[in-house]
């Protein structure tokens, strides 16, 4: 009847529910051990000079190899981290370790490293940057932090601070997946940033879909005329890399020129000339 129905659903719901609050617990008592065991490591992605073609620097990307799970996708450790407070320890770790890496590449070229909105919620936040840049030795000037919308929703006076202060170490300040959110426009009026990187979503479609393709070259004229550099992330073919240079987007980023390498392979990369380099 109905009723069993009923209750024979509500537990199939509940089994179901009770599995994943377990599977969430386990994997957050993994997280809390896996900073001290090393399990983690960065991976670095280029950027390039969409002009010349030449390396800019590069993205670092968390990755988290799990011992029974294997590699785990920041997309899905990431928001656990935040939830439980892990994401300060394991921020500090990323850019500790981003800052020592970047130190063994030529000095011309950056490092980006991604900022978690609740890393804003603490005050002291460019106090333990600064702390970080004084530890390793990487001048700011080589530094780039990218953030999200996230992090402009919050307390507006506390992350203008952090913002200003880091500007002040030479700290440049990206909008990481700019287009997607919900006033994007305004947040570039209030917020002071250098650079503004072209969602993903849009890149992909061009140039074929016309309204992707409208819109990264709105995106492009929007930086051009508020003096802020353009990136374009996730470029993966030769079409789309022509369409948003010639839309005059500075920066290139995307398995076009490279997937997010480790270390070894990012250095190696940075030795020889981008795949992308003007020859003439
Ligand atoms: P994001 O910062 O927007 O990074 C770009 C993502 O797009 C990366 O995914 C990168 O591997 C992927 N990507 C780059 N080029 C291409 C391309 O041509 N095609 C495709 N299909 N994908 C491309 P990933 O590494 O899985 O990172 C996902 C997100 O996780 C990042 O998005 C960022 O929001 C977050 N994340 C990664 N590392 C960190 C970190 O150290 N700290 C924090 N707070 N978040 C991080
Ligand atoms: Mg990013
Ligand atoms: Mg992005
Ligand atoms: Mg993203």
Redo the contacts with the bound molecule.
């Keep these: 009847g109905a009723k069993e129905d009923g209750r024979g659903r509500y537990r199939v719901f509940e089994d179901g529910m009770n599995a994943r609050i377990q599977a969430r617990r386990s994997l957050e008592v993994d997280l809390r051990r896996a900073i001290a065991r090393q399990e983690f490591t960065?991976?670095y992605?280029p950027q390039v000079d969409a002009r010349t073609g030449a390396y800019d620097g590069a993205?670092?990307?968390?990755?988290w190899h799990h011992p029974e799970r294997g590699l785990v996708?920041?997309?899905d450790f990431?928001p656990l981290?935040?939830e439980t407070g892990l994401?300060g320890p394991?921020?500090e770790w990323?850019l500790r370790t981003a800052c020592t890496d970047a130190l063994t590449w030529p000095a011309n070229l950056t490092v980006a490293?991604?900022?978690?909105p609740v890393?804003f919620r603490d005050a002291r936040l460019a106090t333990t940057i600064r702390g970080i840049l004084a530890e390793t030795g990487l001048p700011g000037s080589r530094l780039e932090v990218?953030i999200?919308e996230g992090s402009l929703l919050q307390d507006e006076q506390r992350t203008l601070t952090i913002l200003r202060e880091l500007r002040t170490l030479g700290i440049r300040i990206s909008m990481?997946?700019f287009g997607t959110g919900y006033s994007s426009l305004s947040y570039l009026r209030r917020f002071p940033f250098d650079k503004i990187?072209i969602?993903?979503s849009f890149v992909?479609q061009t140039p074929e879909d016309k309204d992707s393709a409208a819109i990264v070259r709105a995106i492009a004229m929007l930086g051009t005329s508020l003096g802020l550099k353009t990136t374009a992330?996730?470029?993966?073919t030769q079409a789309q890399s022509e369409f948003i240079t010639n839309e005059g987007c500075d920066q290139l980023?995307?398995?076009?020129i490279s997937?997010?390498v480790p270390l070894e392979a990012i250095t190696a990369l940075f030795a020889g000339s981008s795949p992308l380099a003007l020859t003439a």
């Design positions: 960065l991976y992605q993205e670092a990307l968390i990755r996708s920041p997309v990431i981290a935040e994401i394991l921020g990323v490293v991604n900022l978690s890393q990218e999200t990481d997946d990187k969602d993903q992909r992330e996730g470029v993966e980023q995307g398995y076009l997937r997010p």
